[in-house]
């Protein structure tokens, strides 16, 4: 009996087909059926039209495909996306997925990978997911609040071209001009005092701490120990002198006080005073008598002093 029959051999014949076909399908989609590979979850709110059997990337390199895609009945607001990654694939806990629409229209998925390499996901785990808002997505989030921006935009535009057009603003752009200009010659008077000035003064500050060094320099020589000393020693005898001029001054003060002595009984006897005070008008009265005689020597000369050549006359 023969195994190989026709219908056998149309059966493998067939079998062989469908195997190879199978194999070309996945082949098409970038699935390699004898590469092990490891299957994570991902979950989205919408998944923009991703597609079976795209690619998935980490760090910009293809990592897996997009296995099966299934909408969660029971949530209603996710669906499950079930993606094949290569088995040497460490997926770190806090990983996220993130859907990134191409300027050809078609969608990639990109796992934006966690912190910490040294926990790993197992398998089966499932990984959150989002869609990226590219440039044109914040684009098309912008425009409503530029449509509500362009009243007030055009408001702000005829308040400038208002404002372009009236004198005031000229008359103050030409003040501005004005005062742009004298800060101009102030900054070039400025820049001429420190070429000129300032290094003269920087001298003559270089000389003068010269100076105090010098200064310095000679009271750090200074004794001052014997400096002080001299200096305790003169006030010591300044107080002796004091001292000393107090002494006289009570002295005296107790000797014109006293009348046991002819200075005291100068100062304190009355009758001697008196005496002295008459003594002193009777002065006065010789003197002007003495004033009146030769005042009157001087009127009548003659009567006091005679004189002849041919000698005296008898009277």
């Known amino acids: 009996m023969k195994i190989f029959t026709r219908e056998v051999k149309i059966a493998l014949t067939a079998i062989i087909a469908l195997v190879l076909l199978y194999l070309l399908i996945n082949f098409m989609k970038g699935i390699n059926v004898f590469k092990s590979t490891n299957s994570y979850n991902v979950e989205f709110a919408n998944i923009q039209g991703l597609a079976v059997s795209n ?42 997925a993130e859907l990134v629409s191409s300027l050809m229209g078609g969608i990639t998925m990109h796992l934006i990978l966690g912190p910490n390499p040294t926990k790993i996901l197992p398998r089966e785990s499932v990984i959150p997911g989002d869609i990226h808002l590219g440039a044109l997505a914040k684009a098309e989030e912008i425009i409503p609040t530029l449509i509500n921006m362009a009243p007030k935009i055009d408001s702000i535009v005829s308040n400038l071209n208002t404002l372009s057009g009236d004198p005031a603003l000229r008359t103050a752009l030409a003040n501005f001009a004005a005062v742009s200009a ?31 060094n010098k200064l310095s320099g000679n009271l750090a020589n200074v004794d001052v120990a014997t400096t002080m000393k001299s200096v305790d020693e003169s ?70 002093v005679h004189f002849s050549v041919f000698g005296k006359k008898d009277k």
């Open 235 to 304: 006030l010591t005898q300044v107080k002796s002198f004091t001292s000393n001029l107090t002494q006289i001054s009570t002295d005296l003060n107790n000797k014109l006080n006293a009348k046991d002595n002819t200075l005291g009984l100068l100062m304190n006897d009355r009758g001697l005073y008196d005496n002295l005070n008459t003594a002193v008008v009777n002065l006065n009265h010789t003197i002007q008598s003495g004033d009146s005689l030769m005042t009157d020597l001087k009127a009548h000369p003659k009567r006091y």
């Open 55 to 96: 690619a998935v990337y980490a760090n910009g390199f293809p990592v897996g495909i997009v296995r099966d895609i299934q909408y969660d009945y029971s949530k209603r607001d996710r669906v499950v996306v079930n993606v094949e990654l290569d088995k040497e694939m460490r997926v770190p806990e806090g990983t996220h």
């Open 182 to 212: 004298n800060l101009r010659e102030t900054s070039a008077h400025l820049n001429a005092m420190l070429t000129n000035q300032v290094p003269v003064m920087m001298g003559n500050l270089q000389k003068v701490s010269a100076d105090l």
